[in-house]
């Protein structure tokens, strides 16, 4: 019957393709965010960090040497921070054949061209302020350049843009600064201290192998900070049987690699 049908669509988590559709593709490139549009997938996750220069960056270890060929580009520059490097040195670099030959030359994006390529496919973001400890002021910047590139005007605010950190006061600091933004907290606040983050977080997001059902029912008996229900996304799921299993706990999102995969097994195909 189309009523059981669905209810059942009701209560699919949304899949998000963790660093793009990274199983498939190099994470954080713009091949990650093509192939997650590929293959249907409407949500990306991705993190930003801070160059020499202060130019904002997607990349996900605070150093460049696993995805990229710094290694060998720059001997001797050990250990490769992004921090130590300006962004033209960056994009110099190969961020894609550590993954597979095919993928050489794809560069590490600069958060203007991630953007670019997020809104070209009409995909939603899931951004990731990474390690903000070691770029004071970043979410400024980051806020700046999303309002700059149009995300922060009506349209774009909760719909297509959920902005997430493991810091508690990075997450502060975004609501603080944009009090529309849907804001997340990456990690799992004692269930008492929920109540403090519904006040700037809309989402509480942990790892999969902490979620209960307990936890979920204590984080959905409140609301965000946007008065709406307090969410859980939780990361980082690869198989289709533990996907299945956090969407009959009832999580709101799956944060995962294999997004396609992920997305059928949830929707029972
Ligand atoms: O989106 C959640 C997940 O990305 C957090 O872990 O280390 O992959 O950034 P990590
Ligand atoms: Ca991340």
């Given at each position: 019957?189309?009523?059981?049908?669905?209810?059942?669509?009701?209560?699919?988590?949304?899949?998000?393709?963790?660093?793009?559709?990274?199983?498939?593709?190099?994470?954080?490139?713009?091949?990650?965010?093509?192939?997650?549009h590929?293959?249907?997938?409407?949500?990306?996750?991705?993190?930003?960090?801070?160059?020499?220069?202060?130019?904002?960056?997607?990349?996900?270890d605070?150093?460049?040497?696993?995805t990229?060929?710094?290694?060998?580009?720059y001997?001797?520059?050990?250990?490769?921070?992004?921090?130590?490097?300006t962004?033209?040195?960056?994009?110099?670099?190969?961020?894609?054949?550590w993954?597979?030959?095919?993928?050489?030359?794809?560069?590490?994006?600069?958060?203007?061209?991630?953007l670019?390529?997020?809104?070209?496919?009409?995909q939603?973001?899931?951004?990731?302020?990474?390690?903000p400890?070691?770029?004071?002021?970043?979410e400024?910047?980051?806020?700046?350049?999303?309002?700059k590139?149009?995300?922060?005007?009506?349209?774009?605010?909760?719909?297509?843009?959920?902005?997430?950190?493991?810091?508690?006061?990075?997450?502060?600091?975004?609501?603080?600064?944009?009090?529309?933004?849907?804001?997340?907290?990456?990690?799992?606040?004692?269930?008492?201290?929920?109540?403090?983050?519904?006040?700037?977080?809309?989402?509480?997001?942990?790892?999969?192998?902490?979620?209960?059902?307990?936890y979920?029912?204590?984080?959905?008996?409140?609301?965000?900070?946007h008065d709406?229900?307090?969410?859980?996304?939780?990361?980082?799921?690869n198989?289709?049987?533990?996907?299945?299993?956090?969407?009959?706990?009832?999580?709101?999102?799956?944060?995962?690699n294999?997004?396609?995969?992920?997305?059928?097994?949830?929707?029972?195909?």
């Amino acid at each position: 019957p189309i009523a059981t049908a669905e209810a059942s669509a009701a209560r699919q988590p949304t899949t998000v393709a963790h660093r793009g559709a990274s199983a498939y593709t190099p994470e954080n490139t713009l091949a990650a965010v093509d192939e997650a549009h590929k293959r249907g997938i409407t949500w990306v996750e991705n993190d930003v960090q801070r160059t020499k220069d202060g130019r904002l960056v997607v990349m996900h270890d605070t150093t460049l040497n696993r995805t990229t060929d710094a290694e060998q580009v720059y001997p001797g520059r050990s250990p490769w921070k992004i921090s130590d490097f300006t962004l033209a040195q960056i994009q110099r670099l190969d961020a894609g054949s550590w993954f597979a030959p095919e993928y050489r030359g794809q560069r590490v994006p600069t958060l203007k061209q991630y953007l670019a390529a997020v809104d070209r496919n009409k995909q939603n973001l899931m951004l990731e302020i990474k390690a903000p400890e070691l770029y004071p002021g970043i979410e400024k910047e980051i806020l700046a350049e999303l309002r700059k590139e149009g995300w922060l005007s009506a349209g774009h605010l909760a719909r297509r843009l959920i902005v997430q950190s493991f810091s508690t006061s990075s997450v502060k600091a975004v609501h603080r600064q944009a009090p529309g933004l849907k804001t997340a907290f990456l990690g799992m606040p004692k269930t008492g201290d929920l109540p403090d983050y519904a006040k700037f977080t809309d989402q509480i997001n942990p790892s999969h192998k902490s979620v209960t059902a307990d936890y979920l029912a204590a984080v959905h008996r409140l609301k965000g900070a946007h008065d709406r229900k307090l969410e859980l996304f939780t990361w980082t799921v690869n198989d289709g049987p533990t996907a299945v299993r956090l969407a009959k706990l009832g999580v709101d999102g799956i944060i995962t690699n294999t997004p396609d995969v992920v997305r059928d097994a949830v929707a029972g195909k």
